[in-house]
């Protein structure tokens, strides 16, 4: 969900508007003016994006990825017991 605030509303409830973002994982817009903005997401997103990002950074990396989705769509998968100690 993305939820879009002016800076002056923000700053009278930043506690509120910071919980909505972590606890829900929404997406704060923080308007600015005309055509700026500012992003608000939570740490856990964040790193999300940055992983994606990370594993499609290369084509080879893209393509393994592919390969596995392709594979798993067409129910092309193992599974393994995990050993525990």
């Given at each position: 969900?993305?939820?879009?605030t002016t800076?002056s509303d923000?700053?009278?409830?930043?506690?509120?508007?910071?919980?909505?973002?972590?606890?829900?994982?929404?997406?704060?817009?923080?308007?600015?003016?005309?055509?700026?903005?500012?992003?608000?997401?939570?740490?856990?997103?964040?790193?999300?994006?940055?992983?994606?990002?990370?594993?499609?950074?290369?084509?080879?990396?893209?393509?393994?990825?592919?390969?596995?989705?392709?594979?798993?769509?067409?129910?092309?998968?193992?599974?393994?017991?995990?050993?525990?100690?």
């Open positions: 969900m993305i939820t879009t800076i923000f700053r009278k409830d930043i506690k509120h508007y910071l919980k909505r973002v972590t606890e829900n994982f929404e997406t704060l817009i923080i308007n600015r003016g005309k055509n700026s903005g500012v992003v608000v997401i939570s740490l856990e997103e964040y790193n999300a994006l940055q992983t994606t990002q990370h594993e499609f950074s290369s084509a080879k990396n893209e393509k393994r990825l592919d390969a596995a989705i392709q594979k798993f769509k067409n129910r092309d998968s193992f599974s393994k017991e995990l050993i525990e100690e």
